[in-house]
């Protein structure tokens, strides 16, 4: 009778594999084998560390030791947080941890935190509010201090930065890697103003815009103030083709835009167009939506040479202050309007303006028949918008998400910065009723610098060093 | 090869279901020794006996010396629930031109239902101590169940979930077996995650 000899074969190998299972098992049972008690050995074992062995793993009791990778298949679903407090348990779980993180295997689809700060905690303390945990992590920023900064932009785990003297920065607050960005005198419509020593000590600003046209000359700027006139909103998109990052800014006058891919020395500046709201990027190319225009541009920033292709009108009727470009996670493009309820634009001095939202009117880009087409409820999908890139995430794989709500933050320059204490328009929204709740009650946070999304990214650039 | 002496489970009937498959019975058994059957259907949701089972290997029963009895039944507990569900997806899409709009929404009800059941089956299962737990996911790898396997290591995940290095300690009994030197490096790089 022929024994089945690959059988055996197949279980001896998996056998094999799983020793450490095994000689765990007997290890564990070496005091009873033997017939010794734990006290017993003790007095036969020279050796310290494994006497500390027998003992401890015959009362503790552990588990048997899972295998490397399904450690990271395990750790490969959990949130920032609780990954990082998984791979500080034990030297195995470390070793896992440390192999996902290099592979880049953890879960890239974060919840995304409410990053704010807040007085009474520090200068330099940047804080997430986590949904999922419902609670709040206080993270050590790098200099300068996080409250001295503006806050313009996040994507991809980065903020967008803009500090005391109007320089950018990119910062991580999960890893703390801090990149600066091409000097502010390098945008097109900034000059440098030296003192009498040669360091600088103003901005000269120049109010052109690409459109041909009679602009007022120019004005000087404070080293903090130029902020405060210039700088919209930023983004940071990976750059597949070269593996770097683009940064890329809406700036003012008028909301053009600039760019800088991370390593550059200067900015690149996009003209002739203005008013743009929002960008995204998406196969390659950068989607920037241009309310002045009516038109949804794309740009294709890959070559030496920047080309540029309008593709949609925006029907002018659609026309508003705040609107978003949003890829959503079944491929389309979405355009979405804030609306805001009335509101007294000049208000009495002293008197504090509150800008409340009250809508989102969702447009789906429909590509073949180049129009936009109103959707009236996102079912299964949830919304994070404000100064962070706009982002539309499928409710299932974010349980502790509330489909078909929208959850914002304030993104009002003028009132941003103008009015640095005033209550900010943030909350969530029903898009089928639109009704409101707050984030978090009660505030946890300081009007300034505005609170904003941010989805926690373990990556490093890892920026290549030149020559 | 030679004829074995007919195992009385072999020459069960070749009774077909939706002309595909057939109800021959497979023995396994367990590191203890013990005997189990199960549908070749439910058995080869483990890849691993699939594998043996088209190689022939199968006849006298399969020997599996990694899996205790008692995790043995509970993934062949498994096997069996989701093979009989597999089935049942399948004979639903084998008649979709089944016009009356009341039996659809009977099907539909009806799977949506067994949905339902299927979930509270898995969560019961998994809702075991961690040794048990560890154990079965060991199983499950060993036997390429990859059902069984996330659904075993998403219980562990969020059994991690939320809680303190401390506590994760506890109820995986986990020895810290970190140096001092390497305990105070780790809190240091993600300090901010522990600060309770």
């Known amino acids: 009778m022929e024994s089945c000899s690959v059988a055996r074969i197949m279980s001896l190998g998996k056998l094999a594999i799983h020793r450490t299972y095994l000689c765990n098992r007997i290890f564990r049972n070496l005091p009873k084998l033997l017939g010794f008690t734990p006290s017993s050995l003790k007095k036969f074992c020279k050796v310290e560390h494994v006497e500390l062995q027998l003992t401890k793993k015959a009362t503790l009791g552990t588990l048997p030791e899972l295998p490397p990778d399904i450690l990271m298949g395990i750790f490969a679903t959990l949130e920032i947080p609780d990954l990082v407090r998984a791979g500080s348990v034990c030297s195995s779980w470390r070793s896992a941890y440390t192999s996902l993180r290099n592979l880049g295997q953890y879960n890239l689809q974060q919840t995304p935190c409410l990053l704010y700060t807040s007085e009474s905690i520090g200068e330099s303390v940047a804080c997430l509010y986590s949904h999922a945990e419902k609670r709040s992590y206080k993270l050590t920023l790098p200099e300068p201090p996080i409250r001295t900064r503006c806050l313009i932009g996040s994507s991809h785990g980065w903020l967008v930065t803009v ?305 | 090869m030679a004829a074995t002496p007919a195992d009385a489970s072999s020459s069960s009937s070749e009774a077909v279901v939706g002309g595909e498959k057939s109800n021959k019975m497979i023995t396994l058994i367990s590191s203890d020794g013990e005997s189990f059957e199960a549908t070749e259907e439910a058995a080869k949701m483990s890849v691993t006996i699939k594998h043996m089972i088209e190689d022939g290997c199968a006849d006298d029963g399969i020997p599996l010396p990694n899996v205790p009895a008692k995790i043995l039944s509970m993934v062949i507990e498994y096997c069996n629930k989701h093979a009989a569900d597999a089935d049942d997806t399948n004979k639903h899409v084998a008649d979709p031109a089944d016009a009356d709009e009341d039996d659809d929404n009977n099907n539909n009800n009806a799977s949506a239902g067994e949905k339902e059941d299927l979930k509270s089956f898995d969560a019961s299962l998994v809702a075991v101590d961690q040794a048990t737990l560890f154990d079965i996911i060991l199983a499950a790898n060993f036997l390429s169940i990859k059902g069984l396997l996330d659904l075993a290591c998403q219980k562990v995940a969020d059994d991690i979930k939320d809680k303190s290095v401390e506590e994760v300690r506890e109820i995986f009994k986990i020895e810290n077996d970190f140096t001092k030197e390497e305990e105070e490096a780790v809190r240091k790089e993600n300090a901010w995650a522990f600060n309770e």
Not at chain 1, 251 to 271: C, E, I
Not at chain 1, 272 to 299: I, Q, S, V
Request: hydrophobic share 35%; proline share 6%.
């Open chain 1, 163 to 467: 500090d005391d003297r109007s320089e950018m920065h990119l910062v991580n607050p999960i890893t703390c890697e801090q990149i600066a960005l091409p000097s502010v005198i390098t945008i097109e419509q900034v000059n440098p103003i030296v003192d009498e020593y040669g360091a600088l000590h103003k901005y000269e600003f120049s109010w052109h815009t690409g459109a041909c046209g009679v602009y007022s000359s120019p004005s000087i700027f404070a080293l903090d103030k130029l902020r405060h006139e210039l700088h919209y909103k930023a983004f940071v998109f990976p750059d597949t083709s070269t593996g770097s990052y683009i940064v890329v800014l809406i700036h003012n006058p008028m909301r053009q835009l600039s760019f800088a891919r991370v390593g550059d020395d200067k900015w690149t500046w996009l003209p002739p167009y203005d008013d743009y709201k929002d960008c995204t990027y998406k196969d390659g190319l950068l989607y920037a939506a241009c309310t002045y225009k009516g038109e949804l541009h794309t740009f294709d920033l890959s070559g030496p040479v920047v080309t540029r292709k309008t593709i949609i009108s925006i029907p002018r009727e659609y026309e508003c202050e705040y609107m978003y470009v949003v890829q959503a996670p079944w491929g389309g493009l979405l355009l979405i309007w804030r609306i805001f309820e009335d509101h007294n634009v000049e208000p009495e001095p002293g008197a504090s303006v509150f800008w409340n939202t009250t809508e989102y009117r969702i447009y789906e880009f429909d590509a073949e028949r180049s129009e936009l087409k109103e959707i009236n409820c996102l079912r299964d999908h949830v919304l994070f918008l404000g100064h962070n890139q706009s982002l539309c995430l499928g409710a299932e794989e974010y349980p502790c998400l509330r489909a078909n709500h929208a959850y914002f933050t304030d993104d009002n320059s003028l009132w941003i910065c103008g009015l640095p204490n005033d209550h900010r328009d943030m909350g969530v929204l029903n898009l089928d009723d639109n009704s409101r709740e707050d984030l978090v009650s009660p505030q946890l946070w300081s009007n300034f610098p505005a609170p904003m999304w941010i989805t926690p990214d373990l990556r490093k650039m890892n920026l290549a060093s030149e020559g």
